[in-house]
Every structure is written in structure tokens, then in C-alpha cells.
């Protein structure tokens, strides 16, 4: 049920085109992850905005295959 | 979400200024992300109450579809939804979450 980066960066990519996506396997077992997401499209939203911007371009993965992706974004 | 897990949720915000929707207790926390907002609660000497999730399965999935927020924990102040772990963990690193504390008036550790 683990999903793999490169899967997350492409998702993530689909959504927000333009962003700088930084992720890191924290526990190398494919199941903790870590994202910086960095784009233009964050800008003006609050926090929470920005964070689900990032958890709908995840299509509901988020919770379910994917158990823990730590979310940064940055504008 | 059933009419009883959502009255449960409306319920618990409304009676406690501060609310956690976590996994475990705030004293025996069953999970890193929620223990970690546990602790910056205890840090901070808030007085919250911490619901575990875990104990009632369509309050699990409920406080997911009712804050239209995908993980747990999730953290309420006087009512609003402020954040999940990654975002009250940055609040807490750059002050936001004490400026959120004083504008609803809610009693923390000053130092």
C-alpha cells in the first residue's frame, strides 16, 4: 500500500504545474514522507488553503495508501 | 457522516475552547504527528481536551469529511479548524500559533 516519490511529485505536478517539489523518504520504508512544495499558486491563501491544494492533487491518496506526508509550503 | 457524529463534533467544539481530535490521549498519545501537537499544547500550558479518534471509528472518518481535512490530528480553537501536525508545527516555530491563542483569548504560557 506504500506509494513510491516519484508518484507523489508527478501528482503533486499535475495540479500545481508550476511547483518546486522537494521530497524526502524519512524512513526509507516508502510510507513516511516529507514534501516541500513551493508555487506561485499558494500565494494570497491561508495555510490550511495551501496545505489542501496539496492533499487534492494527492486524489484522496492521502490517509489511505499514503499514511504520512509531513506538507511545507512556501509561496 | 451520520447526524450523531457530526451533533458529537458540534458538541465537543462548542464545549471546549480548545479541542484535539487526536490518536491516543494527550497522556498516552498512539501516534508521532498527534503527540507532537499534544506536546506544543502542554508546552504552551493550554488547557485542551484531546478526543481520541480511536476510540469510535465514525468519528475517525467524521472529523476527516466534517473539517474536509484528510489526517488526524486536528486541532480547534473556540470552533475554527487552525490546523493539522505540519501546520501547527509551523505556527508553533514562528509565534502564529500564540498570536492565534491571544486573538481568541485563550489562556497559554506568556515566559
Sequence with gaps: MAMNLKEIEVLIKESLPDAIVEIQDLAGDGNHYSATVTSSNFSGKSKIEQHKMVYNSLKGKMGNELHALAIKTKE | ?111
Design chain 2, 1 to 111: 457522516m451520520d447526524q450523531q457524529t457530526k451533533d458529537l463534533i458540534n458538541d465537543e467544539i462548542t464545549k471546549n475552547e480548545v479541542c484535539l481530535f487526536m490518536k491516543g490521549t494527550p497522556d498516552a498519545p498512539q501516534c508521532g504527528f498527534s503527540m507532537a501537537v499534544s506536546n506544543m499544547l502542554k508546552i504552551l500550558e493550554v488547557n485542551y481536551k484531546g478526543i481520541n479518534v480511536l476510540e469510535n471509528q465514525s468519528l475517525r472518518e467524521g472529523i476527516k469529511e466534517y473539517s474536509d481535512w484528510p489526517t488526524i490530528p486536528q486541532l480547534y480553537v473556540k470552533k475554527e479548524f487552525i490546523g493539522g501536525c505540519d501546520i501547527i508545527k509551523e505556527m508553533y516555530e514562528n509565534g502564529e500559533l500564540k498570536k492565534v491563542l491571544q486573538t481568541k483569548n485563550i489562556s497559554y504560557k506568556k515566559d
